[in-house]
């Protein structure tokens, strides 16, 4: 148990709505970032958030945005949702100190149909 | 750019013999190396990394990893394998400036008895 946890597990959403995933991150973390991982494929990094602040953002439209509140709570919304979409959502916790590693919780899972 | 490689989708080894999963990196600057495993449906699990040091590296559940600078490697390795050890296993390298970890593909690692 990394102590990162992630709602909800499992949903299904139509093309062109819009959705919001929730993480709460590990006590003592104020940093999260969230990551997107197709089916077969490795993680990729979408954003991160620290002192409630984008700080980082990988190559993902707009669409993509998100939210860190003062406990370090984190939300992910995808707007407008494409078929390509479909995926494991994982949210990622750490500190902001160099070298740190990052805690994954087990994800929330996108079928966009 | 920050990158890793992991050059073999899957690895098969019978159990109790020993186990090597490669990673190689490309950084611009000091590399920060990471492995995590990811069980089927799961979020991934950290096992070890290399910030500084010794370059053999001990991690959870039996697993090192040896990083070697002239060959930029990162491969992580088992002296005994279990049937349990069988999973997704992601090489990540960090980037220098804020929490982005670029992963690999992923190795699938079959154990068999």
């Known amino acids: 148990e990394t102590g990162v946890t992630q709602s909800p597990t499992h949903l299904i959403k139509t093309r062109g709505q819009q959705v919001t995933l929730r993480c709460s991150s590990q006590s003592g973390h104020n940093t999260v970032s969230w990551y997107q991982q197709a089916l077969g494929q490795g993680p990729q990094f979408i954003f991160q958030y620290y002192r409630e602040e984008e700080n980082g953002r990988g190559n993902f439209p707009p669409r993509f945005s998100g939210l860190q509140f003062p406990n370090y709570s984190s939300e992910l919304n995808v707007n407008a949702l494409e078929l390509d979409d479909s995926a494991l959502y994982l949210c990622?916790?750490?500190?902001?100190?160099?070298?740190?590693?990052?805690?994954f919780g087990e994800g929330s899972w996108l079928t966009v149909v | 750019a920050q990158s890793v490689a992991q050059p073999e989708d899957q690895v098969n080894v019978a159990e109790g013999n020993p186990l090597t999963v490669k990673c190689t990196y490309s950084?611009?600057?000091?590399?920060?190396l990471f492995w995590y495993v990811q069980y089927p449906n799961r979020g991934l699990q950290f096992l070890l990394k290399y910030i500084t040091g010794d370059n053999l590296v001990k991690g959870s559940y039996g697993f090192e990893a040896e990083f070697n600078k002239s060959q930029t490697s990162f491969h992580l390795k088992k002296p005994s394998a279990l049937v349990s050890d069988s999973a997704l296993y992601f090489c990540?390298?960090?980037?220098?400036?804020?929490?982005?970890?670029?992963f690999g593909s992923g190795t699938k690692l079959n154990v068999k008895p």
């Open positions: 950084v611009s600057g000091n590399p920060y």
């Open positions: 990622a916790s750490s500190t902001n100190r160099g070298g740190n590693t990052i805690y």
């Open positions: 990540a390298v960090r980037d220098n400036n804020f929490n982005k970890f670029y």
